[in-house]
Protein backbone atom coordinates (compact mmCIF):
# COMPACT_ATOMS: atom_id res chain seq x y z
CA UNK A 1 0.00 0.00 0.00
CA UNK A 2 0.87 3.80 -0.88
CA UNK A 3 0.86 5.51 2.49
CA UNK A 4 -0.69 9.62 1.74
CA UNK A 5 -1.05 12.21 3.45
CA UNK A 6 -3.20 15.89 2.58
CA UNK A 7 -2.41 18.81 3.43
CA UNK A 8 -4.14 22.44 2.59
CA UNK A 9 -7.39 22.47 4.10
CA UNK A 10 -9.50 24.94 5.85
CA UNK A 11 -11.74 26.89 6.52
CA UNK A 12 -12.75 29.62 3.51
CA UNK A 13 -15.70 31.27 2.34
CA UNK A 14 -17.90 31.16 -0.26
CA UNK A 15 -16.22 32.29 -4.09
CA UNK A 16 -12.47 31.54 -2.31
CA UNK A 17 -9.84 29.19 -3.73
CA UNK A 18 -7.89 26.10 -1.90
CA UNK A 19 -5.32 23.90 -3.23
CA UNK A 20 -5.05 20.78 -1.97
CA UNK A 21 -1.81 18.71 -1.78
CA UNK A 22 -1.34 15.03 -1.34
CA UNK A 23 2.09 13.87 -1.02
CA UNK A 24 2.53 10.07 -1.47
CA UNK A 25 5.81 7.55 -0.20
CA UNK A 26 6.02 4.86 -3.12
CA UNK A 27 9.10 4.90 -5.51
CA UNK A 28 5.94 4.31 -8.27
CA UNK A 29 3.58 6.56 -7.83
CA UNK A 30 3.87 7.68 -11.39
CA UNK A 31 1.97 4.14 -11.88
CA UNK A 32 -1.11 5.43 -9.90
CA UNK A 33 -3.86 6.49 -10.82
CA UNK A 34 -4.90 9.25 -8.15
CA UNK A 35 -8.29 10.41 -6.77
CA UNK A 36 -9.79 12.43 -4.66
CA UNK A 37 -12.95 12.15 -3.17
CA UNK A 38 -15.19 13.84 0.13
CA UNK A 39 -17.63 12.57 2.83
CA UNK A 40 -19.79 15.06 4.74
CA UNK A 41 -20.91 14.60 8.16
CA UNK A 42 -23.93 12.01 7.30
CA UNK A 43 -23.49 11.59 4.02
CA UNK A 44 -21.95 9.36 1.52
CA UNK A 45 -18.27 8.85 -0.03
CA UNK A 46 -18.60 11.23 -3.37
CA UNK A 47 -16.21 11.22 -5.99
CA UNK A 48 -14.19 14.38 -6.96
CA UNK A 49 -11.96 14.02 -9.33
CA UNK A 50 -9.22 11.47 -10.36
CA UNK A 51 -5.77 11.90 -12.71
CA UNK A 52 -4.63 8.66 -15.23
CA UNK A 53 -1.19 7.20 -15.09
CA UNK A 54 0.66 9.49 -16.94
CA UNK A 55 -1.83 12.59 -16.43
CA UNK A 56 -3.49 12.21 -19.74
CA UNK A 57 -7.21 11.57 -18.58
CA UNK A 58 -8.97 13.73 -15.69
CA UNK A 59 -12.60 13.40 -14.79
CA UNK A 60 -14.90 14.80 -12.60
CA UNK A 61 -18.21 14.84 -11.75
CA UNK A 62 -20.76 17.56 -13.05
CA UNK A 63 -20.95 19.18 -9.38
CA UNK A 64 -16.98 20.74 -9.55
CA UNK A 65 -16.45 20.52 -13.02
CA UNK A 66 -15.11 23.40 -14.57
CA UNK A 67 -14.18 24.71 -11.09
CA UNK A 68 -11.77 21.77 -9.48
CA UNK A 69 -8.73 20.97 -11.17
CA UNK A 70 -7.20 17.81 -10.10
CA UNK A 71 -2.63 17.74 -11.75
CA UNK A 72 0.07 15.57 -10.49
CA UNK A 73 3.90 16.13 -10.21
CA UNK A 74 5.23 12.54 -10.64
CA UNK A 75 8.47 14.47 -9.99
CA UNK A 76 7.16 15.39 -6.40
CA UNK A 77 5.13 12.09 -5.80
CA UNK A 78 2.55 15.33 -5.32
CA UNK A 79 -1.43 15.48 -6.40
CA UNK A 80 -2.70 18.26 -5.89
CA UNK A 81 -6.50 19.54 -6.19
CA UNK A 82 -6.99 22.88 -6.78
CA UNK A 83 -10.61 24.13 -5.92
CA UNK A 84 -11.91 27.50 -6.95
CA UNK A 85 -14.89 29.36 -6.78
CA UNK A 86 -16.39 27.48 -3.78
CA UNK A 87 -19.73 26.79 -2.18
CA UNK A 88 -21.02 25.57 0.78
CA UNK A 89 -22.00 22.91 -0.53
CA UNK A 90 -18.21 21.72 -1.18
CA UNK A 91 -17.93 21.43 2.83
CA UNK A 92 -16.48 17.75 3.61
CA UNK A 93 -13.85 15.62 4.33
CA UNK A 94 -11.67 15.48 1.74
CA UNK A 95 -9.09 12.48 1.01
CA UNK A 96 -6.76 11.68 -1.97
CA UNK A 97 -6.48 7.91 -2.75
CA UNK A 98 -4.19 5.53 -4.94
CA UNK A 99 -5.47 2.94 -7.59
CA UNK A 100 -2.63 0.41 -9.32
CA UNK A 101 -4.41 1.21 -12.67
CA UNK A 102 -3.80 3.34 -15.68
CA UNK A 103 -7.32 4.42 -16.07
CA UNK A 104 -9.30 7.29 -14.35
CA UNK A 105 -11.43 5.26 -11.83
CA UNK A 106 -14.46 7.01 -10.27
CA UNK A 107 -15.61 4.59 -7.61
CA UNK A 108 -13.76 4.74 -4.52
CA UNK A 109 -13.72 0.68 -4.27
CA UNK A 110 -11.01 0.64 -6.53
CA UNK A 111 -8.69 2.50 -5.02
CA UNK A 112 -6.42 0.33 -2.67
CA UNK A 113 -4.53 3.21 -0.47
CA UNK A 114 -6.41 6.05 1.38
CA UNK A 115 -5.35 9.33 3.38
CA UNK A 116 -6.67 10.22 6.54
CA UNK A 117 -8.28 13.53 5.12
CA UNK A 118 -8.48 17.05 5.37
CA UNK A 119 -10.76 19.50 6.21
CA UNK A 120 -12.98 22.01 4.08
CA UNK A 121 -15.12 24.22 5.36
CA UNK A 122 -16.90 26.81 3.08
CA UNK A 123 -18.70 29.42 4.96
CA UNK A 124 -21.52 31.42 3.42
Known amino acids: QVQLVESGGGLVQAGDSLRLSCAAS????????MGWFRQAPGKERQFVAA????????DYPDSVKGRFTISRDDAKNTVYLQMNSLKPEDTAVYYC?????????????????WGQGTQVTVSS
Open 97 to 113: AAAATRVVVTTPFAYES
Open 26 to 33: TYTFSRYT
Open 51 to 58: ISWGGGTA
